[in-house]
Every structure is written in structure tokens, then in C-alpha cells.
């Protein structure tokens, strides 16, 4: 495999990572934390779900469109994933988030440093 | 003045209304909802503010790029925009939100009359 | 299977199917048409593009946060999607487009009856 | 005035470059640009500009919702601005961009530097 080819591979699977905990982070916290409330409607953890959907989304869409700030974009969502993985796993009963947030955060994190 | 600048400036208004509205409903929802709690983050209503901050954003964007399709975005705009004037007004203490929401919904409705 | 149940796959079908739709959509708009230029980058064209990405997300979204608009935001989106499909058989050279964009109509059809 | 309000001023500023910023980037891509053509459309350009705009409205959203991470995305909103204003001045004729880019890369470096 060439490296153009290795990057294109390795692009896709970010914005696939991207996208699933998009979807996941805004699924969750619009119907599961709205519904559970207590802890999970608290301030602080809502904000981090609502935040890591929308820079999940903006990091998707720079690499769909071949951005050359897409590492920066990646760099970001990897913070916020980690952020909010982390969150989760202390409010308990959200794997699926962490899962996806971890997932996604190692990606970006590659991406990051490939791209400089 | 022609019809062609009377058109620019209903969209520039409906434009400008959309944004407002967009940044009402996020700020609102996002601080003084999450902050309240109670009525103000049951699940029906907060949802009814982030799809209003959403279909408003998406709104003005299609007209900003002169998009075919406004008239249809701003038609069901309109439709969210009223059902957020009236959750927000039967909860009360939402004055900005209601006048926000009221007056996006009035220049959406314009909008997609004037454009059929 | 239960009433629920068949929903709850219905609409994560058309989750699916609006979100394939905007990565095609905004990937092509972004790689292939900039680069290809002529036809591709024409106004009439290249707006719709860029529109039913967004509207797509949008849809998306909706669905992910269980909005009652959803089937109103699958119905705009529908129209969309089927403008674009057609816009970029005439073109030629836009298969995946075209599939992307027909599946997507498709699916939102069924959802914008489905929930009314 | 004191340090909150004082934040909260400079913030809602921050927010306002932002919203224009994206507006102007939007409204010029998708119209003056896609009609003009030539060097308006190449891939590099018109690719800048996007991101400008989608970028512009993240950050916006973030300051919208407080959220922690908002120095980060005015850190990168900032760097792409200033790729934007540079390449629209390199072009000509698009003094109302090299404005609001310039103007949203000041604001949002100033925030990047507060929030830290």
C-alpha cells in the first residue's frame, strides 16, 4: 500500500470514528440523560455530550472536504472526547458513549500527529 | 425600489432573524435551562429548544447560500419557531426566547410565501 | 416485533441513510467537482450539493434527538435529495451521488409518512 | 465593571465576529465566488473559505453553550480566519471577507489567550 492510499484508509476510518460518536453522544444525552435526569442533566455533563456531538461533526465535515486544518480539527475533538469519555465513565451506565468516545479520540489522535 | 432588492432585503431580515433566534434558543437552553432545571430540562421542552436553535441555523444557511429550497426550510422554521414561542410562554420566565422565536416565525412565514 | 421496535429500525435506517448521504454528498462536492470544474462547479449545481449535505445532517440530527418535526425535516429533505439525485444523473459520472441521494429519498419518504 | 461581566462582554463580541464572519464567508462562497469562477473556485480557495464558515459557526456554538473548550476552538477558528483573510486578499475584490475574517481572527485570539 502506498502512503497516499495509507492516509485515505486511515482518514475514513476517522470520520467513520467521528460520526459514530456523534451520533451516539447526541442519541444518548437528547433521550437517555434527558429521560434518567439527576446526574445526567447536570450542567457540566449535558454541556460535554452536547459539545463533543457538534466537534465530532465539524471534524468529520473538514476531512470530507479534504481540509488542510482538519489535524487541528482533530486535535480538539480528541481533547473534548477524552474529556467527555471520562465523565461518562464516572456518571456510570453510559459504556456505549465511553466506548465511542474513546474510539474516536484514539483516531483523532492519530490523525492529529500524521497530518503535521 | 425594484422587486430584486426587495426580495434581498426580506431574506437579509429572515436571515438575520434565524440567527438571532439560533443563538436565543442555544444560550437559553444551554445555561439558564440546564441551570433552572425542573420543567425547564424536561425532555419535550429542552428538545424543542435545540431543534429551534438547529432548523434555524440550517435555515439561514440555505438562504445565505441562495439555495432553491429556502422557502421550504423556512416553512417548517416557522412551524418549530411557533411551538417554541408557545412551550416557552407556558413556561414563563422566557420572555427573550418567546419574542425571539415569535418574530423568526413571522419573517420565516413571509418568507415562504414570497418565494413559492 | 412490536409497533416500537419497527419504528425505532425504520429511523435508524433513514439515520443511516441521511448521514451516508451527506458524507457522499460534501466529499464530492469538495474533492471531485472543485477538481473536475466545468459542469461541477456551476452554481445551480454545486449549491444543491451543498444544500442536501446540510439538509441531510440536519435530518439526521432531528431524527438522533427523537424530534416531533423529524418527519417534517424527512419530508424537506426527501425533495432535496431527489432535485440532487437528478441534477447529478444529467451530469453523468455522479453514480454514487446518485445512489446516495435516491436511497436517502427513499428512506425519508417512508419516515415522512410514517410519523405524520 | 467586574471580571464576569467584563468576560461575558468580550465574549458576546467574540460571538458576533463569529456569526459574521460565517455569514460573509457563506453568503460570498456560494454566490460571488461559484459565479465569478477562475481562480474564485479553485479547489484551495474555495475549500478555505468553507471551512471558514463552518469553523466560525463551531466556535460560535461552543461560546453559545460555555463551553470549557472554548478557547480551543477560538485558538483554531483564529488560524483558519487568518489563512482565509490572506488568501481572499491575495485574490482581490474581496474586501468584505479579508474584513470579517481579520476582524473574527482578532476577537477569537483574544479569547483563546483569556479562557486559558
Redesign the interface.
Known sequence: MNHSSHTDQAMQAC?EAC?HCH?VC??TA??HC??T?GKH???EH???M??CA??C??S???Q??????SH??CE?CA??CE?CAADCEKLGGMDECVEACEQCAESCRKMASAQH
Open positions: 470520520i460520526n451520533q447526541l442519541q437528547m433521550n434527558l429521560k435526569g442533566i447536570e450542567a449535558f454541556r460535554l452536547m459539545n457538534e466537534i461533526q465539524t468529520a465535515n473538514f470530507l472536504s479534504s481540509s488542510h486544518f487541528r480539527l480538539v481533547e473534548v474529556a
